[in-house]
T-cell receptor, first 108, second 114 residues
């Protein structure tokens, strides 16, 4: 079953713009992870944020976590055409529960 | 370090047949998890194996089974295939003994049931 909602379901932006995706989850967590998937291929791990962290950065990625609202956001700055993919949040360790995902399209 | 590998990459089967998918984890990883991805249900957890034992199980019928070998390689089997089993099957490995660790995914096996 899906963990929760991801918002928006789809996002289309121009190269160089920022993209923000949001994720909500239902249960208490130890950490939350974000993954990227290109065209129905395998998932690529982007970043893991622990429940005691509020914000984490990795290159052009910035993830925030609000455990009181059971929500997280992923910000991709200065987007590139190569960022076009589906993005999923997931919780649950080795038994991951995924959100429905956000389809991001970056137009060049 | 080589990533997670899955074989075969593509499969076409007919209803009623069975299928076996294989997953080789990253060297040193002892946990292997399997997921099913479909357009309708999204990504769903099937089961997790650690040290040759099934440690977690998702909400799938008994037609879906798996095993793990002493070298941590894992197989999953689906018997009596149904049209709805058409999906991308992903395996993921992690170093984890206990606790929650990053999972690294393979490229997936795309199964089409006709």
């Amino acid at each position: 079953s899906q963990q929760g909602e991801e918002d928006p379901q789809a996002l289309s932006i121009q190269e160089g713009e920022n993209a923000t995706m949001n994720c909500s989850y239902k249960t208490s967590i130890n950490n939350l992870q974000w993954y990227r998937q290109n065209s129905g291929r395998g998932l690529v791990h982007l970043i893991l944020i622990r429940s005691n962290e509020r914000e984490k950065h990795s290159g052009r990625l910035r993830v925030t976590l609000d455990t009181s609202k059971k929500s997280s956001s992923l910000l991709i700055t200065a987007s590139r055409a190569a960022d076009t993919a589906s993005y999923f949040c997931a919780t649950g360790g080795n038994k991951l529960v995924f959100g429905a995902g956000t389809i991001l399209r970056v137009k060049s | 370090k080589a990533g997670v590998t899955q074989t075969p990459r593509y499969l076409i089967k007919t209803r009623g047949q069975q299928v076996t998918l294989s997953c080789s984890p990253i060297s040193g990883h002892r946990s292997v998890s399997w997921y099913q991805q479909t357009p309708g249900q999204g990504l769903q957890f099937l089961f997790e194996y650690f040290s040759e034992t099934q440690r977690n199980k998702g909400n799938f019928p008994g037609r879906f089974s798996g095993r793990q070998f002493s070298n941590s390689r894992s197989e999953m089997n689906v018997s009596t295939l149904e049209l709805g089993d058409s999906a991308l099957y992903l395996c993921a490995s992690s170093r984890a003994g206990t606790g929650e660790q990053t999972q690294y995914f393979g490229p997936g096996t795309r199964l089409l049931v006709l």
